[in-house]
């Protein structure tokens, strides 16, 4: 009976110490799995906001984990490069050239045919304002009484100096 008691408690206390090994080693492991993976997480919802993390996320391995967080530092760096080309647009500079980030790049697409198309728009824009801006002042030159003479004499200056012709 003591024998059977003795050998009852013991495989009792082996339970007890290999389950609490266990739940020792997966809080271990799991830690170490679930803490870079709520960290791209919060840092994924943060960009799905509009909001750029300065804080690197740091991962050391070469498992499923470390491919996660290389595609979000891909996404992140990808993300900066479309304020930027958006902040240059804004700017008024259209010459920054879109760098597509592969074949299917629809975003940088779409961003390289907003800027050329407002740089098209933009020059036109320039050249109507020069030619309506060229209006007005020849209407300025040639309004009230003028003799015939000093009409056209005030029409070729005119047309001579706005376009810089000899």
């Not at 320039?126 to 801006?133: A, N, P």
């Amino acid at each position: 009976l003591v024998a059977r008691q003795q050998a009852a408690m013991t495989i009792i206390t082996l339970t007890l110490v290999i389950g609490l090994s266990v739940l020792f080693l997966m809080n271990r492991f799991g830690r170490h799995l679930l803490t870079p993976l709520l960290l791209i997480n919060s840092q994924l919802k943060l960009l799905a906001q509009g909001q750029l993390v300065e804080e690197e996320l740091e991962y050391q391995g070469t498992d499923e984990v470390a491919e996660i967080v290389s595609s979000a530092h891909l996404l992140k760096a990808s993300m900066k490069s479309t304020i930027a080309q958006a902040n240059a647009i804004a700017a008024g500079n259209y010459s920054k050239e879109v760098a597509l980030l592969s074949e299917q790049d629809q975003l940088g697409r779409a961003l390289s045919e907003m800027t050329h198309t407002l740089d098209e728009v933009t020059k036109q824009n320039v050249i109507q304002d020069w030619l309506k801006t060229g209006q007005t002042q020849l209407h300025d030159q040639m309004s009230g009484d003028q003799t015939l003479v000093d009409l056209a004499n005030n029409i070729i200056s005119f047309l001579t100096l706005y376009i810089e012709a000899q």
